[in-house]
């Protein structure tokens, strides 16, 4: 099987990544900050223009009819520009919850016991199964207070008094929300590896840029190191959409993002630790999505439940010894 980006989905990689450069530059997102995390409707309404949302629904439906791998690729520019928003919430929604499709709606959703995110600009908001919107959504809203985020361009509200589901998404949107997910922390891993090794390039110490010196050499060999298998678990769940390769690729995503974001700090030294730099940015959201969809807990026992299911039986015909049956089970 080939896993090779084909032209057209390296185009529309360099689509999404065009654009993003074009409505949310540093500056804007800098200014997004400084409105402690508001929605830009501006914005969502442009990301719907260009098909984000609608990117997997059926043409006959006003969608774009591209799949899973094809959503991956635009969450992972996404997760690389620091886009804020619920995007995952509303992408899913895109068909449910009418305006979802075209960014007229804002649609965030109910993780299990976490604070919910951007709860004060939502028209609607997933629960499980359900979508509240009107009345329900307004007494929802009105029960929730908001919390302190470590992401400034994140807000959260935590809803206290009311019976939720553990998961965000029910079936399979479960499943696809956590990979999504997943594409947004390697695209932030991707971009802390780049900003890491453009800044040990440039900065000089004792004649030299930092770049030369052994340690740095080896933590920014460390950043690709987990940025690339990461990368190749996210896109080759995106094509089997198996729960357990989903979970795995969470896994390696989730720790590329926070590590690398880690390392890239540590590469820039007492700058990295200052407001003005945007190193602290991606720590700090990698950390949010760390925790949302499938948590570090949850894809660790769902992977190891699959590994368990996988290991053939002692006294089975596929025991070493004995002769294997003909692939085309699971798996």
């Known amino acids: 099987m080939d896993f090779q980006l084909s032209d057209d989905q390296r185009a529309l990689r360099s689509g999404m990544r065009d654009l993003l450069d074009a409505v949310f530059d540093r500056d804007r997102m800098r200014a997004a900050v400084e409105r402690g995390g508001t929605l830009d409707r501006s914005l969502w309404r442009e990301l719907g223009a260009a098909g984000f949302f609608a990117l997997r629904l059926p043409e006959e439906a006003g969608g774009v009819g591209l799949g899973l791998p094809e959503a991956v690729l635009l969450f992972e520019e996404a997760g690389r520009a620091l886009l804020p928003g619920p995007l995952v919430a509303t992408h899913l929604a895109a068909g449910l919850v009418k305006g979802a499709a075209e960014g007229e709606a804002v649609v965030t959703a109910v993780d299990g016991d976490l604070p919910v995110a951007h709860l004060a600009a939502a028209d609607a908001v997933l629960v499980g199964a359900d979508a509240l919107v009107g009345e329900p959504l307004r007494a929802f809203v009105a029960a929730a207070r908001p919390v302190r985020s470590m992401d400034p361009l994140t807000p959260l509200h935590r809803v206290a008094g ?9 079936g399979a949107l479960h499943y696809e929300g956590a990979l999504l997910t997943a594409a947004e922390q390697l695209g932030s891993a991707a971009r802390t590896t780049e900003t890491a090794v453009q800044h040990a390039g440039a900065r000089e110490q004792f004649g030299s840029p930092i770049g030369s010196f052994q340690a740095v050499k080896h933590l920014c060999a460390d950043m690709l190191a987990r940025t690339e298998p990461a990368r190749a678990a996210v896109y080759a769940a995106a094509v089997t959409g198996d729960p357990v390769e989903i979970a795995a690729a969470k896994l390696l995503a989730d ?3 926070v590590r690398n974001a880690r390392d890239c700090l540590q590469i820039h030294g007492g700058m990295g630790f200052t407001w003005e730099a945007d190193v602290h940015l991606h720590l700090k959201r990698a950390w949010l999505r760390s925790a949302a ?4 807990a949850a894809a660790e026992e769902l992977l190891a439940a699959g590994l368990g299911a996988a290991r053939p039986d002692p006294g089975s015909s596929a025991a070493p010894g004995r002769g294997a049956p003909e692939a085309g089970g699971g798996g």
């Open 293 to 296: 969809g499938l948590g570090g």
């Open 255 to 257: 720790e590329a993002a």
């Open 162 to 170: 009311r019976t939720v589901p553990t998961q965000a998404y029910s």
